[in-house]
């Protein structure tokens, strides 16, 4: 079977550093082509890298009928304009988390990929951590015989990048593209900076659905200066959003489950620290109380999930962190932030 020919879109930090090098190395694909609208970056990048082709903008890159699928790795108030404009030009879509900034734009994107058949995938690498996976088997057997009493999903962040690059990242004096903003029509501007971190921080929204599915509501909202709490109900538990910031040398994310009889903690690494995959730590109660901790496979959870990307496309199965599914963050999101404004539950609508 033929490569996949993949278009690459944008050429900053986390498209040199991360995105690219993992879509370079995938089997099954060939990146032909890069844009950035810094075109004198996108040049210094595709000969870095032997891409072929290289335009201007990403409306001129799907207009380019080898391609036969994007990774957009922009800014995030863009990534639904690019994806829609890429699903019309019958492209698949990879784009970097959140898929949106506002569920209209989201929605809109899913329902193209339906309706021209084409794979939309979002990138929620956690998913593809290969401790996350040995946490999720433990979940899986837990759930056949105990069930979840309590969650807490922790995001404090600290050092993300650990020491060097392994890509060093070409830059040029070209400025940055002004970029306007884009949120829901009901967010009060007030409350930008805490959705914008909301948006930002989506992972840890996200990973706790992959273990736990779909909250049902938002029960409440508490903001200070340095973070928020957000307690999510799902059904017959709560789940407690934890999310600020910490100038720390170490990275501070976890998110615990608890059942009657034991729990399930897992601690994401830091997200550019190559090859680590999540510390998994779990304990069973019973006449024989046991702590255990599996450990997943030396990969990177970037790579991975850009293989996965492929094989969907290769294989005509859907992805794992799927535009559907992915809309439900940034609904779960605009819940919040309704509850913020009016300081009362809401009801996820999903």
């Known amino acids: 079977m033929k490569k996949v020919k993949i278009g690459f879109i944008g050429c900053g930090f986390m498209g040199q550093c991360v995105h690219l090098p993992s879509f370079m190395r995938v089997k099954g694909a060939e990146v032909v082509a890069l844009s950035d609208l810094r075109f004198g970056l996108a040049k210094a ?49 990879f784009t970097e988390k959140p898929m949106a900034t506002c569920s209209r734009d989201a929605e ?75 949120f829901p029509e009901f967010l009060p501007r007030e409350l930008r900076d805490l959705m914008n971190t909301l948006l930002e921080q989506v992972h840890d929204i996200n990973l706790p659905r992959y273990f736990l599915g779909d909250p049902v509501a938002v029960e409440s909202v508490k903001r ?34 608890h059942f009657r009889d034991g729990w399930i903690d897992v601690r994401p690494p830091p997200p550019l620290l190559r090859n680590v995959p999540a510390k998994v730590h779990i304990y069973k109660a019973g006449k024989v109380q046991r702590d255990e901790y599996p450990h997943g496979a030396h990969s990177w959870s970037f790579e991975r999930q850009a293989q996965h990307f492929v094989d969907c496309i290769i294989e005509d199965r859907e992805p794992i962190s799927n535009g559907a599914d992915s809309y439900k963050d940034i609904a779960i999101i605009e819940s919040i932030m309704k509850t913020a404004i009016k300081g009362t539950r809401t009801k996820i609508k999903i």
């Open 45 to 93: 990048v595709a000969k870095r890298w032997g891409i072929p082709r290289v335009y201007r903008s990403h409306i001129e890159l799907i207009e380019d009928e080898d391609i036969d699928a994007v990774v957009e790795i922009t800014n995030k108030f863009v990534h639904a304009e690019i994806a829609i404009d890429s699903l019309k030009a019958g492209k698949h879509v």
């Open 108 to 182: 809109e994107m899913v329902r193209l990929a339906e309706r021209e058949n084409l794979k939309l995938m979002v990138g929620y690498m956690k998913r593809y951590d290969p401790g996350v996976l040995k946490a999720k088997e433990a979940f899986d057997d837990f759930i056949k015989h105990d069930k979840v009493t309590y969650a807490r999903s922790h995001i404090f962040m600290g050092d993300w990048i650990c020491g060097p690059t392994a890509e060093p990242m070409i830059e040029t004096d070209e400025k940055y593209p002004e970029i306007e903003p884009r």
């Open 224 to 257: 200070w200066p340095w973070g928020s709490i957000v307690i999510l109900d799902y059904g017959d538990h709560p789940l407690i959003l934890e999310v600020g910031s910490l100038s720390a040398d170490f990275w501070d994310e976890e998110l615990l489950i």
